[in-house]
C-alpha cells in the first residue's frame, strides 16, 4: 500500500505543477493575444511574462527527479503527502502568477510602463513555490 502511496505522490507532484504552469501560461498567454491587437510592437514583454508561470512546472520536475532515488516501500506515506503540498502548491503559484502576469500584459499594452513591476510582483506568488520545493528536498 505505501508503494502505491509512493508512486500516487510522485505523479501528484509532478502532474500538478505541469497543470499549473500550463494554466498558468495560457491565462497569461490569453491576454498577450488580446495584447497584441492593440499593440504588437511590444510582443517580446509579452513573452516574457507569458513564459513566467512555465517555473513552477520545473519546480515539480526538479523535486520529482530527486525524490525517484527514495524507497517507495519504506517512504510511501511521506512521499505521497509531500507530492501533495508541493504538487498542490506549485499549481495554484502557477495560476495566480499568470493571473498577475496577464495584468501586467494588459497594462503594458494600453501603453503603461509596468514591465518591471509586473516581473516583481509575479515573483511574489513563485516564492511559494521555490519554499515547496526547499522543503520537499529537505525532507
Same mark, same amino acid.
Given at each position: ?72 516501500? %519504506?517512504?510511501?506515506?511521506? @512521499?505521497? *503527502? +509531500?507530492? =501533495?503540498?508541493? &504538487? !498542490? ?32 510582483? %509575479?515573483?511574489?506568488?513563485? @516564492?511559494? *513555490? +521555490?519554499? =515547496?520545493?526547499? &522543503? !520537499?528536498?529537505?525532507?
Amino acid at each position: 500500500m505505501e508503494t502505491i502511496l509512493g508512486y500516487i505522490g510522485l505523479a501528484l507532484m509532478l502532474g500538478l505543477a505541469g497543470i499549473g504552469s500550463a494554466i498558468g501560461t495560457t491565462i497569461a498567454g490569453n491576454a498577450a493575444e488580446g495584447a497584441l491587437k492593440k499593440a504588437p510592437e511590444k510582443s517580446s514583454s509579452y513573452m516574457i511574462l507569458v513564459g513566467m508561470p512555465a517555473t513552477q512546472g520545473l519546480y515539480g520536475f526538479v523535486a520529482f527527479i530527486m525524490w525517484l532515488s527514495k524507497d517507495f516501500a %519504506a517512504d510511501g506515506f511521506s @512521499l505521497f *503527502a +509531500i507530492g =501533495a503540498a508541493v &504538487g !498542490a502548491v506549485c499549481l495554484f503559484s502557477a495560476i495566480r502568477q499568470g493571473q498577475v502576469c496577464a495584468n501586467g500584459i494588459v497594462g503594458i499594452s494600453q501603453g503603461h510602463n509596468v514591465q518591471t513591476n509586473t516581473m516583481i510582483y %509575479a515573483a511574489m506568488p513563485e @516564492l511559494y *513555490a +521555490i519554499l =515547496a520545493l526547499i &522543503g !520537499a528536498l529537505m525532507a
